[in-house]
């Protein structure tokens, strides 16, 4: 019979062996003549059923409706050949749930060979409460129609759950296809490109790819891609094979291609549900006189091309083809993702809208009439026409020319089936040669000993297709991570672990265009960190507490500024003392207030303080300084004032203490000079003695202090607690030329001559104490004697290098 010839296995159009292995668990599940086929494929042809769907007054091909909705009217016939020999009936059946057979006008019949139009094909209306549809195909047979109205009436759970599982399979089947399809076609066209599209078009429509198959040679690897059994997968979040899974293996697998219910959500890929019980489904239909088998339908336009597994009989018992047919109910159109996260790059008109979220799109055509909005700059609007290209990963603007400017806004919409749905919004840009600089916001330099991310502005970054940092004078870069984070900015990742520091360079390429833009940015090492501000009502000095405060130059609090005054460091903490010029002092306790914190290279920090209590004080009562005996051969030198310590002499001094504070006997007196933060402590065990609560007597020797001291010297109160007391000035501590002698001549401009040891220590001698005639010592001064001015007042006048201002004189005598 002609009709048996037409499933002739020659016609099949899956004659790749990926598709044969994948099906091949699925026919196995399916009995034939009471045994089991264990080779048996979804290889045959079987005949054409055309569905036209109309909803509202518009038609739709069945390859273009997800879902059929109550009232839809639907025109169903077969697309037979003109000698076909065998009499077909087509069945239509509408069902209502698992537990609730359809009344018998739910079914219909259409015998193929009638002519006249009302006999050979159905004219249906989806009735009200149906939730599927089967359409079955049988050989004309005497009692045929009773006998399947009886099998869809006695188990119409059967035949829903058929339904699903045949109508699901048919939609994973597809993607399987436009794989396979496409695989071969660009191997026959481009086969170059396959390891560049492979696996986009694997990610377009969630198949597993063999990735070993990439790394063959250009000829091999088309056939490998569609012909390894663990290549092709139907989940697209989990990594069992296809074959894996309908051999048995145990899983609890759900699939997730979409929101959409022909995207599989919330239901078990039926891979999984038809090989456990499709065998025993269709069994439950078998009888004598009809044995069903499953087909996948390929839709193609308004007509269904079935493939089956095995093919028909129509000898007793009879083979029965079913065909499932779209769910009924309300469907939602996918979730279409834009994947990327900043602008698209279009260098001329071409140009693809990359989407995620529903590989149906590329393997069926429920969605149809896709188009982008395209806004311009200028505000104008115009739609375009959109392909599918899965293996692009998106849709093709179908463009000769897109509106002028850099930034284009773009918004894709189309149809799922009957509905309108709206898809993802996209930024497009095309390259300009425009500059690019550092964005305003951004502040600072870039910090040496890190990754630093510095956000670029200029037009396109869309189309930056690479960054090259240079350091210094390096004529070669090396590339950077970048990222484009809207229409107008770039963040960059300037990598300087190594810790470079100077001049940076960044060349940012764009496609389509040659020479580069530059930006140009300075390194500098970490900057101080802060961790603590100090600062007592009525101070005159501040206290930072951190890491790398070498940099701090200068803490300003409202018009007051301080200036560093020594820098302690203990371990990895620094203590940098600041102090202020003239008499200016910090405001009153508990005020709140911002201090700038100025760094060496132009940087400043800004730190929220508040004003601590006045620290405890102690005030300077009197000074004395007994002065050692003068060695044998040396000429005594004399002294205006008790400020100047000579570095052999010993200090007495008197203090009392301030408001609101009282001494105690745990209390110390510090002596350090100027800039120093630790020097000579004073205790009641060592040179401290109260003579009242409120009074202390000190007495220190110079040379207690540590080696090389010299300049001026000061002092604070250490209270028992820790408390510290401000830094107050103490006397000015001098080391002191040994003069052995000096002699006047009669004549010259400078007729006379000191002589001695460490003049070095002097930096001028005058004839007076104004040094209007005076003799200049050189710093590093290393002789014994000295030519100077004759004395005008009968002593000679010496400024010492450690106390310019301390007036000191040499009798002449």
Not at 101 to 115: H, M
Not at 167 to 181: C, E, G, T, V
Not at 253 to 272: D, E, H, M, V
Not at 688 to 712: E, H
């Amino acid at each position: 019979m002609m009709f048996a010839r037409s499933f002739a296995p020659g016609l099949s159009r899956f004659r790749t062996a990926a598709s044969a292995l994948a099906l091949a668990g699925l026919a196995a599940a399916v009995p034939m003549n009471g045994a089991r086929a264990a080779d048996s494929r979804f290889e045959l042809i079987g005949p054409d059923i055309k569905v036209m769907v109309t909803r509202n007054g518009q038609d739709l091909p069945i390859s273009s409706v997800p879902s059929l909705a109550e009232g839809d009217t639907l025109r169903i016939s077969a697309a037979l050949p003109g000698d076909q020999g065998a009499h077909l009936m087509v069945v239509s059946a509408f069902l209502r749930g698992a537990t609730n057979p359809p009344p018998r006008e739910w079914i219909g019949v259409a015998r193929t060979w009638k002519d006249k139009a009302n006999e050979h094909s159905l004219n249906l209306t989806v009735p009200k409460g149906a939730r599927q549809m089967v359409v079955l195909i049988v050989p004309e047979t005497s009692g045929a129609q009773g006998t399947l109205v009886d099998a869809v009436r006695g188990k119409p759970g059967e035949f829903v759950r058929a339904s699903q599982d045949l109508n699901q399979a048919s939609l994973d089947h597809a993607r399987l296809i436009a794989f396979i399809n496409a695989i071969n076609g660009d191997n026959a066209t481009h086969p170059e490109d396959l390891q560049r599209m492979a696996p986009t078009l694997a990610r377009s429509l969630s198949i597993k790819l063999n990735e070993e198959c990439l790394t063959k040679v250009v000829d091999q690897q088309a056939s490998c891609l569609v012909e390894d059994r663990d290549t092709l997968v139907l989940s697209d979040i989990h990594t069992n094979s296809l074959t894996d899974t309908l051999t048995g293996a145990p899983t609890t697998l759900a699939l997730s291609l979409s929101t959409t219910q022909q995207g599989g959500a919330g239901l078990y890929s039926p891979y999984i549900g038809v090989v456990r019980d499709l065998a025993k489904l269709f069994g439950a239909f078998s009888n004598p006189q009809f044995n069903y088998l499953p087909t996948l339908s390929e839709l193609k336009g308004e007509t269904a091309s079935l493939k089956l597994n095995s093919a028909p009989s129509f000898n007793k018992p009879k083979s029965v083809m079913v065909m499932a047919m779209p769910a009924i109910g309300a469907d939602s159109p996918p979730q279409l993702r834009n994947p990327t996260k900043g602008p698209i790059c279009a260098p001329g008109n071409a140009l693809v809208l990359p989407v995620e979220g529903a590989p149906l799109v590329f393997a069926t055509g429920f969605a149809h009439d896709m188009a982008v909005k395209v806004t311009a700059t200028d505000g104008s609007t115009r739609e375009y026409p959109l392909t599918p290209r899965a293996d692009l990963g998106g849709y093709a603007v179908v463009a000769d020319s897109l509106p002028p400017g850099a930034t284009l806004t773009m918004h894709m919409h189309g149809r799922w089936g009957f509905d309108t749905f709206d898809g993802p919004d996209y930024v497009v840009q095309r390259p300009d040669g425009g500059p690019w600089t550092r964005a305003a916001n951004a502040t600072g330099p870039l910090v040496a000993g890190r990754d630093n991310e510095v956000i670029l502005e200029g037009a396109a970054p869309g189309c930056v297709d690479d960054v090259s940092l240079r350091i210094g004078n390096s004529a070669t870069g090396r590339s950077v991570t970048y990222r484009a984070i809207d229409a107008t900015h770039l963040a960059v990742t300037v990598p300087l672990a190594e810790g470079e520091t100077g001049e940076v360079r960044l060349d940012i390429h764009q496609q389509s265009l040659g020479t580069p833009a530059n930006v140009t940015l300075r390194a500098r090492a970490e900057s101080s960190r802060i961790d603590s501000v100090d600062i007592r009502a009525g101070d005159s000095e501040a206290m930072i507490t951190g890491q790398r405060l070498e940099q701090v130059v200068a803490l300003t609090l409202g018009d007051v500024e301080f200036r560093p005054d020594g820098l302690v460091r203990d371990g990895r903490i620094d203590r940098l003392h600041l102090a202020t010029s003239g008499n200016t002092r910090a405001g009153d306790a508990g005020t709140a207030a911002k201090a700038q914190i100025k760094l060496d290279d132009g940087r400043t920090q800004t730190v929220s303080i508040k004003i601590g209590p006045a620290r405890p004080r102690i005030d300077l009562i009197s000074r004395t300084v007994n002065a050692a005996p003068v060695p044998p051969g040396t000429r005594p030198l004399r002294f205006a004032s008790d400020d100047l310590l000579p570095e052999d002499a010993e200090l007495v001094f008197s203090v009392r203490a301030g408001a609101n504070t009282v001494l105690g006997s745990g209390d110390a007196i510090e002596v350090a000079p100027a800039g120093s933060q630790s020097g000579l402590r004073l205790t009641t065990a060592k040179g401290l003695m109260a003579t009242d609560p409120t009074v202390l007597v000190a007495t220190m020797r110079a040379s207690d202090l540590p080696a090389a001291s010299f300049g001026p010297l000061r002092y604070r109160l250490v209270k028992a607690d820790g408390q510290l007391g401000a830094w107050q000035p103490l006397a000015t501590l001098a080391r002191l030329p040994r003069i052995t002698g000096f002699a006047c001549d009669s004549g010259g401009s400078l007729p006379c001559t000191l002589t001695g040891r460490n003049l070095f220590l002097l930096d001028a001698v005058g004839a007076d104490g104004d040094f209007t005639r005076a003799a200049t010592v050189q710093p590093g001064f290393t002789g014994s004697s000295l030519k100077v001015p004759r004395p005008a007042d009968g002593a000679l006048h010496l400024r010492l290098r450690d106390a310019p201002q301390a007036k000191v004189t040499l009798p002449a005598g």
